[in-house]
């Protein structure tokens, strides 16, 4: 078995030291609206009630804006 779309998500989010707070700060830059609760529902085990599957969507999303976060917004073509 390999990685889940959630497990991506969470080593990405040690790796980069992100809080729940950065995370929907860089959801933003992509104008993609996501909460606290929701956010909370994929860091979750996997046993819990609440825990919920990261899409392919959201994972794509956050990467894009992780991107934009990291290296800047791309420079307007001439």
Not at 19 to 40: A, G
Not at 48 to 53: F, G, L, S
């Given at each position: 078995?390999g990685?889940?779309?959630?497990?991506?998500?969470?080593?990405?989010?040690?790796?980069?030291?992100?809080?729940?707070?950065?995370?929907?700060?860089?959801?933003?830059?992509?104008?993609?609206?996501?909460?606290?609760?929701?956010?909370?529902?994929?860091?979750?085990?996997?046993?819990?009630?609440?825990?919920?599957?990261?899409?392919?969507?959201?994972?794509?999303?956050?990467?894009?804006?992780?991107?934009?976060?990291?290296?800047?917004?791309?420079?307007?073509k001439?």
């Amino acid at each position: 078995m390999g990685l889940t779309n959630n497990d991506v998500f969470k080593k990405l989010r040690v790796a980069h030291k992100l809080r729940d707070d950065d995370i929907i700060k860089i959801f933003t830059l992509v104008d993609f609206k996501v909460s606290k609760s929701e956010l909370n529902a994929f860091f979750r085990n996997e046993n819990h009630p609440k825990y919920m599957e990261c899409g392919d969507q959201m994972l794509r999303n956050f990467l894009n804006a992780l991107i934009i976060h990291l290296r800047g917004p791309l420079p307007a073509k001439k």
